[in-house]
């Protein structure tokens, strides 16, 4: 979205200049926003997610999806390029408590960063997945997508200023990812779609009070204290009382991403790109 941004990191101050049409739609979406703001009074915030990884997520098509489909049905992984593209990656718990924060905190408004600051490359996510689970995982080079950005380096300082940390690192948080692809249903898998509720914490999906969390493709999540939100592919959530978000796939700024728009009858927004 914010187009060719070199090693320079990412700040919310970035000039948009999506280099895809898939990004052209959350700048739209970041544009519309600041309209209502405008126009209506109506306080948004932008998450501008990076690369969302974490369990609930079989349906994905993003880079840890692919990897752990592919050691589980026995397929090459294809790695666009050379693999030294960077990327940031960013738990899906994380995202979670950056929702909750920015619809409880009327500090949050405008485009907001959410990563962990931990840029790696596709050789580096490869590299951490073979570590954890012994696999080899042959892979085969193609050629790189148009528009690929070389980098993502991002500047979440904006997000850590108003309350929020990331509190998982990339390898601590494949560790509960592999827990629920290897005790995944292989036809499930082989066909594409969400093969189990995705628990979060010690057994229990509990984060926060009483707020379960089922995140993924076509997933709920019950955020906070009663809160609802379906956190999937074009899904709605309601989140607090009565607030309506679209929060897209629930990924990133750099076409593993997600895309969000926001259709709200209270006074707040919250859209997720």
Known sequence: MTGLAGAAAITESATLQPLTPYGSTKAAAEMLMSAYSA??????????????????MQAKDSIVARLMRAIRTGTTFEIYGDGRQVR??????DVVSAFR?????????????????ESLSVLDVLDAVRRLTCAEVPVRHVEAKAGEM???????SKALASGWSPSLRFEDG????????????????????????????????????????????GAAAMVGDGAAAMVGDGAAAMVGDGAAAM???????????????????????VSGD
């Open 88 to 93: 940031d990656y960013v738990n899906v718990s």
């Open 150 to 156: 070389p980098a993502v380096i991002v500047d979440p």
């Open 174 to 217: 494949l560790v509960s990812v592999w827990d629920e692809w290897s005790r995944a249903d292989l036809s499930a898998i082989q066909m594409g779609v969400p093969v189990a509720p995705a628990f979060v914490g010690d057994g229990a999906p509990m984060v926060g009070d009483r707020a379960a969390v089922i995140v993924g493709d």
């Open 247 to 269: 929060v897209g796939d629930g990924t990133s700024v750099d076409g593993d991403g997600s895309h969000g728009a926001a259709h709200v009858p209270l006074r707040r927004a």
């Open 101 to 117: 924060l920015a619809l409880d905190n009327e500090d949050w408004a405008g485009p907001v960063v959410i990563g962990s600051q």
């Open 39 to 56: 126009s209506y009074g109506l306080r948004c915030a932008c998450l501008r997610m990076t690369n969302v990884y974490g369990v609930g």
